[in-house]
Every structure is written in C-alpha cells, then in structure tokens.
DNA sequence: TCGGAAGGCCC
DNA sequence: GTACGGGCCTTCCGAT
C-alpha cells in the first residue's frame, strides 16, 4: 500500500511530507507505451521517500492533495511525460519544476540514471529494471521493487533540484519552467478529428494500395519491402546504387524517380499511400480529437511532439488530385488563426552574424531569397533559397547538386564563393563557428544556453553543427518567448510546429503583432493567416 | 520479441 | 572515398 524508503521514522517523515512545499514526483506506469499509472513516488527531502500503489490507496488521496495544490512546488524529471500520465488526477500543472531540463543547462546528461551519479545515487531505467526481472511490463515487476525504483528516482530527483538552484534561478531556466504548462495544456487540449473526411481519405489510399498490391504480390515481391523492391528492378534491368550500409540496393525516393521503368514510380505511389494510410489515416480512425505529447528534449531546445507527432504532417501536394491528410484536422470554432514567424533562421543568422546586407532586407521588408539572388548574380529565386539553407546547414557541393540541379561542382564552388561575398559578414561568422564546434565542442545561443557539439560523427558533422545549432536553438527560444506571449490564448491554441503555431478560431484582435514581433532583439515579423482547415 | 536499417514526413 | 542541421514513426527482417 504504502511503502517507506528511509531510515528514520515512516510515520514522522509523512507528516513532514504532507506539511511540505516542495516535492519530488515521480509515476509508474504499465510501459512506455501503455502509460496507464500504477504508482506514486514522493520525497519532500534527498534521504526519505514514500510509494504508493495507485490501485484502492487510502494514503493516495493525501498525495493528490498535495499535487492539486498549486502552492505545493513539484519537481519532476521529465515533466512532460508525469504531467500527461497524472492529468486524470486533475493536478496542478503551473508550479512545476523539472530537473531533466536543469540538467541539460548545465550540460550533464538529462537522463536520470547517469544525472544521478551527480547527486551521489544510482538510479535504473524503467527498460533495465523490467529486463532484470525478465518482465514484460512493470506489471511483472515485484511492486516493492517497482517501489524502490520509483522512491529512489524521486530522491535523486529531489537532491539535484537543491544542487541546481542557482542554475534554476536563471533566466532562461524560467523561460522552460514558463513552457511546461503551455505544452501540458496544447497537449491535453487536442484538435478536432473530421471523421467523414478522414474515412473517405482512407478509402481513396486504401484503394490505391489494394491496386498496387495487387499487381506487385502477382509479380512475386511485396511493394512494402524495400529489399525486394530493390531486387526485382535490378533483375529487370535499371541500375541501383548500394545503400550506407551496403547491404543492400537504395531504393529511395530521389533513386526511384530517376528510372523510367513504370514499376519504379508505381512503387512510390505505394509508398506514400501506404505512409498515409499507416502514420496518420488507420490511427485516427473513430477519434473525435488528435492528441499528441510536446516535450523540449531536443538538443538545439526545439518542442518536439510525439505519440501522434502533429509537426510532421504532409503538406498539400501541388498536383491537387491526391486528398490532403491535413485537411482532416478541424477547427472547435469554424477557423482556425496560423500564425508563422517567416525566415526566422535567416533572422536569427543576419542578427547573429551583424550581417549588414542580410539585416537591411530584413529591417526594410525585403525579399531574402531574392535579395540572394541579385547578391550572387543568379536568375531562378528557388535556387537562390536553397542555397540560403544550405549554407545554415553546411551542405557541400555535391549535396548543393543533388538538390540545385547544377551538376557542375566548379560552378556551384562559385556561387557559393559569391555568396560568401555579398555576404560577407554572414561568411566570417558561419568560418568562426565551424572552428568553434569542432574545437570548443559547444557553441551559445541568443539568450545563453550552451550547446554541446557531439565530436563523434567526425570534424564535418561538428563544424555544421557549430553553425546549426546557435541558429536553431536562438530561434526556436525566440518562437518559445513568442508563445509565452500568447498564453492568453492557451485555451485554444492546438498546434505548434517550430515556427508556426495555430490557434483555433479567429483571435485576430488578440493578437499584439507588434509586441510579437519585438519579442526578442532578433525582429520577427508574423504572418497571420485565417483559414477553415489546417493546410 | 527486440532493434537496426531503410525510408519518408516536417521545419 | 567521403553525411545537410534538428525531429518522429512505420515497415521489414534478421538476431535473440
């Protein structure tokens, strides 16, 4: 029922842990998939913590008292995922702490049992713990011994929070904190599910892969098996490259488009109405509402969204006749308001850089990409786009050529030395943190988090890295401060995707552009757009 | 049953 | 001879 992991006296310790103002929480579920919770660890202290079966608990009304309590101050490690998994609880979400992200601004590894070793404990994954009883789920897992996992992760949990006060008295620590009940609350709002839509989509992808399928199975090979696929063209003639791995022959979408043979591009119509029909038709099936889990785990500090990720949904194809899988998604209140920071890595590279060029486009309202183009003497403004990103990413002539179309290295060599040119200021910067990410191995962002650069995929990788990662990071803090700014809409905000964030229903005259816009020293100007579905 | 590889969607 | 930064998820298929 209730078990006690200390030494002293259990009954004391819970008195002292119901009159307490900080906790350390901690919840068991079945597995990472199936999060249905089956027990509490809370530690008001590093060296005493108590467990609580979740099923017919009489001490587990006490506890949720205290989580209800918006003055009681909860630390979690990994908040996102407690926060989601105790929402049936209705508990308290603003007075959240969460030591995963304190970790990782002081650049030690978040995850709790290497963290622990800090604090002088060991902790086990919930995977070790699981594997080391040969159970399927902690279900299987003896509860003292879930018990003990729990109680000890909260312990260790509550001793970093008190070693890391001084970090989460910063700034940018209260701009995470600040984050946390803003994602709790997009996530367990959800957007609206148009099932007549969502059906008659299914049915036209279903019918596509029945097709495909057909014709494929009576070839003898299975559409969905890239192995075969690439097996059955080479036996009829075309030309494949080897895979990374060499193990097998590419068959991926850039490879396929280049053959004439009809069974290459049949192939690809399969793919992408079988990708359809997998990640977003079938799973949404009988649903009224779409949730997913937003989290900030990712290492440049960008939300991620996962368990039904929203950020990755496809885009309407120009060819018009495919349905578009955005569309199902709907508004409560007939439209929805998208608001979208446009080139807001540009930004971040003109302001980080003090390129003068590039901050003059921007400060004037100009067109970047077309800017590039007369910067590099170039006529085709896509192009130019591709190699504004291209050099944000690192990209190297022949990667330039596989996406420009130029299959001349000697010429993209100069139009990226143009480029460096009439960018010059941009250039240097871009050359001083490439020395940067493979030499310091970590780089800084606009509001000061450090960024460690991993060395370990070669000298490359760490140079783009170097380069990436302040522009992403500032810029993905500048969308944070830009939603913390909109928390008056929270009730009704339903996605967000990295710069861009929809609200349902029209907010215009919520909105203070202006304000929005100056939310950080980087300018960034919103697009607003009304529509009646997503996309 | 698990996990790497391959492929593919987004910014 | 050579990786374009950050994510998430699905299917296939061989290893355990």
New binding site residues.
């Given amino acids: 029922m209730r078990w006690y992991f200390g030494s002293a006296d259990p009954q004391r310790a819970w008195d002292e842990l119901l009159g307490s103002r900080r906790l350390a929480v901690d919840v068991e579920t079945v597995d990472l998939v199936d999060r249905t919770p089956i027990g509490i660890g809370v530690a008001a202290s590093g060296e005493e913590a108590f467990y609580l079966s979740i099923f017919d608990n009489p001490y587990l009304p006490e506890v949720l008292a205290k989580l209800r309590d918006g003055r009681v101050q909860k630390i979690y490690h990994n908040s996102p995922y407690d926060l989601a998994v105790l929402r049936p609880f209705g508990i308290d979400i603003s007075n959240t702490e969460d030591t995963a992200i304190l970790c990782r601004l002081v650049g030690y590894p978040a995850d709790l049992p290497s963290a622990s070793f800090w604090v002088d404990m060991q902790t086990e994954s919930a ?1 070790d713990l699981m594997a080391r009883h040969k159970a ?1 789920n902690m279900l299987g897992v003896p509860t003292d011994k879930v018990g003990l996992k729990c109680s000890t992760d909260t312990l260790a949990t509550f001793r970093l929070f008190e070693k890391l006060i001084p970090t989460a008295d910063s700034k940018y620590y209260q701009m995470e904190r600040a984050m946390l009940p803003v994602l709790e609350t997009i996530s367990r709002g959800g957007i609206g599910v148009d099932q007549e839509r969502r059906a008659q989509i299914e049915e036209h992808y279903a019918r596509e892969v029945e097709y495909y399928n057909a014709i494929c199975s009576g070839m003898g090979f ?1 559409a ?7 097996f059955i063209l080479a036996k009829r003639g075309n030309f494949l490259p080897l ?14 488009s280049r053959l004439s043979d009809p069974l290459a591009q049949m ?2 119509l399969y ?2 109405a ?6 977003y038709l079938r ?1 949404l099936a009988g649903v009224d509402r779409a949730y ?2 937003l ?1 900030m ?4 500090g ?1 939300v ?6 929203l ?5 309407q194809k120009e060819s018009g006749l495919a349905p578009t899988v955005r569309s199902i998604f709907i508004p409560d209140n007939k439209v929805f308001t998208i608001i979208d920071a446009s080139q ?1 890595e540009l930004r971040v590279l003109a302001y980080l850089s003090g390129d003068r060029r590039m901050l003059e486009v921007f400060q004037s309202g100009g067109d970047i990409h077309a800017e590039t183009m007369k910067v590099m003497g170039m006529t085709d403004r896509i192009n130019a786009k ?1 190699f504004n ?2 050099m944000v ?4 002539e ?3 050529s ?2 420009t179309g130029i299959r001349d290295q000697a010429a993209i060599r100069r139009w990226t030395q143009s480029w460096m040119e009439g960018y010059a200021g941009a250039a240097a910067w871009i050359w001083e943190q490439r020395k940067k990410g493979w030499q310091d191995a970590k780089v800084t962002t606009l509001l000061g988090r450090q960024l460690k650069v ?1 060395l370990d ?2 000298q ?2 760490a140079e ?2 170097g ?3 302040p522009i ?1 990071g500032s810029a993905a803090e500048i969308f944070k401060l830009i939603m913390l700014d909109c928390r008056h809409l929270l009730d009704v905000t339903r996605v967000q ?4 964030e929809v609200f349902d229903g029209d907010v215009r005259e919520k909105l203070d552009l202006e304000a929005l816009a100056h939310v950080s020293p980087v300018y960034t100007p919103l697009e607003v757009r009304i529509a009646e579905r997503w996309g």
């Fill in positions: 995977k399927k299975s969905g098996s890239p192995y075969q696929v690439g895979t990374r791995s060499k193990r097998q022959l590419a068959t991926d979408e850039i490879t396929l192939v690809l793919r992408r079988e990708k359809f029909l997998g990640t799973p997913t889990t989290a785990d990712a290492v440049t960008r991620n969204s996962s368990r039904m990720n950020q990755n949904l496809p885009k807001i591709k990103f291209a990413y690192g990209a190297d022949s990667v330039i596989g996406h991993p995929k070669g490359k990788h783009n890295c380069v990436n990662y992403q995707v990295h710069d861009e």
